[in-house]
Structure formats: C-alpha cells, structure tokens
C-alpha cells in the first residue's frame, strides 16, 4: 500500500502458478550456469588469460574500465537477447523467462541455463581481452545482477521527471523492461536504450 502500491507497473499481475515455475527454474538454473560459469572462469586463470592489473588508479582511469564494460555488455546483451526472440531460439533458450508477462526479482533468475550462460560469461570474456583494475572489477561484478533486480522488479522506484529528461536517453527503467515483458516485441536493451 500506499508508496509501493502506486509505483507499482503492472497491478495484478502476480500469478502464483507462474511465480512457483519461477522459483523452480531459477533453482536449476542456478545451480547449473554458476558451476559451469565458475569452472569456465577457472580455466580461463589456469591457463593465464585473465590478469588484473593491481594497485591504486586514477578514478578517470576507473570510470573508462568500467564505461567499455557497460557499453559492451549492454551491447552484447541486447544482440543477443534479439537473437533469442528468433523461433527456434526463443522456444529452446529464451522462453522459460517470458512466461513472467509482468516480472518479480525472481524472474531475473528465471531462465534456462543457456540463457544465464550466453549472459554470463561476458565478464570473463571481457577480463580476459579487458585487463582492468581491481576496483573496476569490484564495480563490474554486481551490475549485472543488481540492474536485474531493478528491471525485473516490478515496481518503478525512479521519479516521473526522470522520463521527461535527457537520462531516460541513456539508462533503462523496471518500467522500460517490464514492457518488454508485458509485449515482447520491444525494449529488448539490457543497461540502455541506445540500440532499441
């Protein structure tokens, strides 16, 4: 009620059949993509393709890491999410997760595991061409994760001026993706809107 209750995007949306689905892939999923994502990064150190660069950087220096991060993740994020809206790719990688037509957190999560592989293994793809700093990295490995809880989250916690100004031009909304969720035909950006 009252704050949450008028920021919510899509009001009785909540189905418990499909939140239970939710929960039960998001388990499987989990439990598979972070293994294998885990020993895939694993492999990538052993064999030395992953090296940080250590010690103390210009804040400048930090920020440019992490902007080409963001941009190429967003980039990658958004032709490959595309790519799974293509028959038979959506129904074999991409399907699981739009059966949330208005998303929870826990849709985040809901998703084959191909899916959070294709997603996932980004960041060790990027460290291993990137070699950024430790600090960089400490802001790369929760944006992911922290910007799919907001997008996914059903509720719009941002102010109405923010859709009225010039940075609802560069950064996605829970209300710009929980369209895509709702339509499926658009929004498919996964930091911004620059490619939609």
């Not at 949306?13 to 689905?21: D, E, I, S, V």
Request: without cysteine; aromatic residues 22%; glycine residues 6%.
């Amino acid at each position: 009620r009252g704050f949450f209750q008028a920021r919510k995007i899509q009001p009785g949306g909540f189905r418990l059949r499909t939140f239970r689905n939710e929960i039960f892939f998001a388990v499987i999923t989990l439990t598979v993509s972070a293994t294998l994502l885990v020993w895939t990064r694993q492999y990538f150190d052993a064999q030395g393709w992953i090296t940080f660069r250590s010690g103390t950087a210009p804040w400048y220096v930090i920020a440019l890491e992490y902007a080409l991060y963001f941009f190429l993740f967003d980039t990658w994020f958004y032709w490959g999410h595309r790519l799974m809206h293509v028959e038979p790719i959506y129904k074999w990688v991409h399907k699981v997760h739009h059966w949330s037509t208005s998303p929870n957190p826990l849709t985040t999560f809901s998703e084959t595991p191909m899916e959070a592989i294709i997603n996932g293994i980004f960041v060790t793809l990027f460290v291993a061409v990137f070699p950024v700093h430790d600090a960089t990295m400490a802001l790369i490995a929760p944006t992911a994760p922290l910007m799919g809880l907001y997008v996914h989250s059903g509720f719009e916690f941002l102010p109405r001026w923010w859709n009225r100004s010039w940075l609802s031009k560069w950064f996605i909304t829970a209300t710009f993706h929980d369209q895509h969720h709702k339509y499926f035909r658009y929004n498919f950006g996964g930091y911004t809107p620059i490619w939609d």
